[in-house]
């Protein structure tokens, strides 16, 4: 495969990454709210109501967010992207972190590898997989991606690379 072959479909793994991600994330953190939400079962109705209702508003945020960013790595040349998609999925627990934080639910207990991983995630909602978030499309993409970013760096370095 040549490079500019590799880098087309480099350019189309990433929209479909963006497309799909900015799809899942919110309901992704409307489902893990509520999830929290009844697995603590201690917030009055009001309360669950507000906090439930927050999830809209903080998934769409959350969703903005990350495909802001993977907008910005995927703009870079694939020898500058030095983060994966999924580091920066892995982010989006943040804005239901600070919903359910907000409604004075408290942490949760999580393994000594989680805790050491990401410290900030106080309720274990890091998406360990793209297709975590409810999308089971998603999954592959990372892999497609990761070879197509291959791909374009084995065309660049000629037919003598290993």
Known sequence: MDEAEAT???RDTAAAIVAGVEAAIPGWVEREIARIVDAWG???ADGAARTRAAAGPAGRAAATRVGGELRALFARDAAEQAATPLQLVRTAY??????LAGAGIPEVERDEFHERAWPDDRY???PEHLGDLGDE????????WGLAKAAVLRARAGPEAP
């Open 94 to 99: 943040r804005e239901p972190t600070e919903v």
């Open 124 to 126: 274990g909602l890091v």
């Open 137 to 144: 499309d998603l999954g592959p993409l990372l892999l497609a």
């Open 42 to 44: 201690r917030l009055d």
């Open 8 to 10: 087309e479909r480099l």
